[in-house]
């Protein structure tokens, strides 16, 4: 598969286009990564942004709060659709 992330312009959404081959007759599929976190969840707000693809078949999207904070979405095939979020700053901090 591929993954291609950014911020929407405009609206700061963080969105991934995708690909699979399993979609290869559907073409690319769109999703709001932002939409996909719990409204309570740490948000990244600006890049740069990074994106990792993790043995564990996760995939992780890396970057920073409005308060400067280092922030993580992150997604493994047993979530389904949903995506989490975390804080990275305040995890480092609190150990």
């Given at each position: 598969?591929?993954?291609?992330?950014?911020?929407?312009?405009?609206?700061?959404?963080?969105?991934?286009?995708?690909?699979a081959?399993?979609?290869?007759?559907?073409?690319?599929?769109?999703?709001?990564?932002?939409?996909s976190?719990?409204?309570?969840?740490?948000?990244?707000?600006?890049?740069?942004?990074?994106?990792?693809?993790?043995?564990?078949?996760?995939?992780?999207?890396?970057?920073?709060?409005?308060d400067?904070?280092?922030?993580?979405?992150?997604?493994?095939?047993?979530?389904?659709?949903?995506?989490?979020?975390?804080?990275?700053?305040?995890?480092?901090?609190?150990?």
């Amino acid at each position: 598969g591929l993954n291609i992330v950014g911020l929407e312009e405009g609206t700061g959404d963080v969105k991934v286009y995708w690909w699979a081959p399993e979609r290869s007759q559907l073409g690319w599929a769109t999703t709001s990564l932002t939409a996909s976190t719990p409204l309570d969840s740490p948000r990244i707000s600006f890049g740069p942004l990074l994106g990792a693809a993790a043995p564990d078949r996760s995939l992780n999207v890396f970057g920073y709060a409005d308060d400067g904070s280092f922030v993580c979405y992150y997604w493994k095939p047993e979530f389904g659709g949903e995506w989490e979020s975390q804080n990275l700053t305040e995890i480092a901090i609190d150990r």
